[in-house]
């Protein structure tokens, strides 16, 4: 049995596939594969391991529709037409859970950073601009007390709401598909409207998956309801916000300042005007990139790769129809 591997996952994931005695193509260039290339290779493979976020549409899958298992090294499968590998009875894989406290530390660390303006001050100092300094200028705002905001209270936004309530003792609002009931009863939080959600929130952080319902929701309408002194935090995917509509309501004053781990596209360009402006904040991606969160995903990643090409129902499926 042979398993293709668009990248480099840790070590953990490899041995266990070893030790199932799993044959590892690696892909080792420092490029995505093109579809053809992607197609090209899993033709005399089992099992596809995707790491990254290759295209995995329906060209490919028909294309392939001999493999008995597809697994995501990532708990987002937005990249992936289910409804095909559903058709095609291709069992998907993902990591959820064990990247839930690795991503929220990123939203928090983000929300911390716009707040106090970190990143912008650093590189001010590497400029050569730490000069005299002004009692009244390069202030940030305090978050002790303040209202936090989780659009998608799922794992990690439960992980993220936690982490707020527990340090600065955040009033917490979510609005999400279904009722959160520990969120609710251990951390108080309360379900409330998304117009609500905007016009609430001090904080707003982002934590529902990619679909179609949400792609583009933060636009120029949607920043317009929420206050001037908002931060906005998205560390699920960036097609979720339009990025000239968040450029232009940081330029005009209309919400205070952003904290990105997600952009669109990925990677972003090095001119951004969002990477020059003093209350945002950007990463490129990294939300589950711990030495721990990385080598738990690809221990779950191979377990899938090892059901599937047992025949087995994966330990965690995104498409169980599979199974019906
Ligand atoms: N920056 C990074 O490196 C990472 C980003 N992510 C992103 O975070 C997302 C969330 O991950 P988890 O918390 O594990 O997923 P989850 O499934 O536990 O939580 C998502 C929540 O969003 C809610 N939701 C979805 N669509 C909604 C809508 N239209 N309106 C209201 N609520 C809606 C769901 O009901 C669910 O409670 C992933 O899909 C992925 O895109 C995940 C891991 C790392
Ligand atoms: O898991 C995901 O969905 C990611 O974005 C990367 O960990």
Redesign the pocket.
């Known amino acids: 049995m042979k398993v293709f591997i668009t990248r480099r996952i840790p070590e953990a994931g490899l041995q266990l596939l070893r030790e199932a005695s799993i044959e590892i193509t690696e892909w080792t260039e420092k490029r995505d594969l093109t579809t053809a290339e992607l197609i090209g290779y899993c033709k005399s493979h089992q099992a596809l391991l995707s790491a990254g976020?290759n295209r995995i549409g329906v060209e490919f899958l028909e294309a392939c529709a001999h493999l008995r298992v597809v697994s995501?090294?990532?708990?987002?499968?937005d990249n992936v037409d289910v409804p095909a590998a559903t058709r095609l009875r291709i069992p998907i894989g993902?990591?959820p859970g064990v990247?839930s406290g690795a991503?929220a530390d990123t939203a928090f660390l983000l929300m911390a950073a716009v707040a106090r303006k970190a990143i912008y001050m650093h590189k001010k100092i590497l400029q050569g601009a730490w000069g005299f300094s002004d009692p009244t200028a390069d202030l940030g705002i305090d978050l002790n007390g303040k209202t936090l905001g989780i659009w998608g209270l799922g794992k990690i936004g439960y992980e993220m709401a936690r982490r707020c309530r527990a340090v600065y003792g955040m009033r917490i609002l979510y609005h999400n598909r279904g009722h959160n009931e520990e969120a609710e009863r251990a951390l108080g939080a309360v379900r409330v409207s998304f117009d609500e959600l905007l016009a609430g929130s001090d904080v707003l952080s982002v934590h529902t998956s990619l679909t179609p319902e949400t792609a583009g929701t933060f636009n120029a309408g949607v920043f317009r309801r929420m206050k001037p002194t908002a931060i906005f935090i998205n560390t699920a995917?960036g097609g979720i916000h339009h990025e000239p509509d968040l450029i232009a309501a940081l330029q005009q004053g209309v919400i205070w300042g952003a904290g990105l781990d997600?952009t669109n596209p990925e990677p972003m360009a090095a001119d951004n005007p969002l990477l020059s402006m003093e209350n945002v904040a950007v990463l490129p991606?990294i939300?589950?990139?711990t030495q721990e969160t990385r080598s738990a995903?690809a221990t779950l990643a191979a377990r899938n790769v090892i059901a599937g090409l047992r025949g087995e129902r994966l330990p965690n499926v995104v498409n169980p129809e599979v199974y019906m």
Not at 72 to 77: A, K
Request: aromatic residues 6%; hydrophobic residues 35%; glycine residues 12%.
């Open positions: 976020h995501l090294h990532s708990v987002g499968y993902n990591t990247l991503t995917r997600v991606h939300g589950s990139a995903m």
